[in-house]
């Protein structure tokens, strides 16, 4: 039986099988990319994996799926899309396609470098809660509002309408995230990719509420659960790896919180 707030060692699909119909109120996770990195030689059927996330979403819940593409003799895979468009078909609604621009990544191919990764945003029925993170500096901070429209020739234009409220000096960040990636040995954790702590910050913060069930059914090194805890939110994680969730019961143990039940 699982039970909340604990790392399994299984297959992630022998897990969320055993999760009750609509009961998950936010995935974060990544697969495996292709062929580019070493995962223990894990393999996944990624097709029942997006019908058993699908099942186990709550209604107005969210998937949040970082991905990559390899390329394979010359030519980028474009997995990162099949897999959006089968989420689709599934009935999952591809709610947005967000990017994850690399702020450091080392050089070393004969092309422009891969400076992002996607994080495709899949939502089961309108998204029941979105805390959108507002740190983008206002140019117009402090002066007056006016309300605005596009023409016909592209051109923005301000309205003859008046509005009292100031423009505040933040405002709610675009959908490309600017994130240093783990490259040290030492956020790495023995895990050849794992999540920046940020990252899954925001997305548990702009996605989910205190009180909520977080998931990640490939949890590695176990940042996901990790962030969970800190943030209030109950998680659950699932790994192959024996090692791995070795790794993350020892950063959850280090973290030193209370457990959220």
Not at 65 to 75: F, L
Not at 183 to 192: A, Q, V
Not at 200 to 229: A, F, R, Y
Request: aromatic share 10%; net charge neutral; glycine share 8%.
């Amino acid at each position: 039986m699982i039970q909340l707030n604990k790392i399994y060692c299984m297959d992630c699909l022998e897990g969320m099988k055993q999760l009750d119909d609509n009961s998950v109120d936010l995935t974060v996770t990544s697969p495996p990319y292709d062929n580019l990195r070493d995962y223990k030689g894990y393999t996944f059927n990624f097709e029942a994996i997006a019908k058993e996330l699908f099942r186990i979403t709550k209604q107005g819940g969210v998937v949040v799926w970082v991905v990559g593409d390899a390329t394979i003799d010359g030519s980028e895979t474009g997995t990162s899309f099949r897999q959006a468009l089968y989420f689709k078909e599934v009935g999952f609604n591809l709610h947005d396609t967000m990017m994850w621009c690399k702020t450091k990544m080392p050089q070393n191919h004969n092309r422009y470098e891969q400076g992002f990764e996607y994080m495709v945003i899949l939502s089961k029925g309108k998204p029941k809660s979105f805390n959108g993170i507002k740190d983008k500096t206002n140019t117009e901070a402090g002066a007056t509002a006016h309300a605005s429209y596009r023409d016909k020739d592209g051109i923005v234009k301000k309205t003859s309408s008046f509005n009292k409220t100031k423009i505040a000096e933040f405002g709610l960040r675009t959908n490309v995230w600017f994130i240093t990636p783990c490259l040290s040995k030492d956020n790495r954790y023995g895990h050849p990719a794992p999540f920046p702590e940020e990252l899954v910050k925001d997305h548990i913060l702009s996605w989910s509420n205190e009180g909520d069930l977080v998931l990640d059914p490939m949890c590695g090194s176990g940042t996901t659960c990790k962030m969970t805890k800190q943030l209030g939110r109950n998680f659950i994680g699932i790994d192959s790896s024996e090692e791995y969730c070795k790794i993350a019961n020892k950063r959850l143990e280090q973290d030193k919180l209370t457990k959220f039940a």
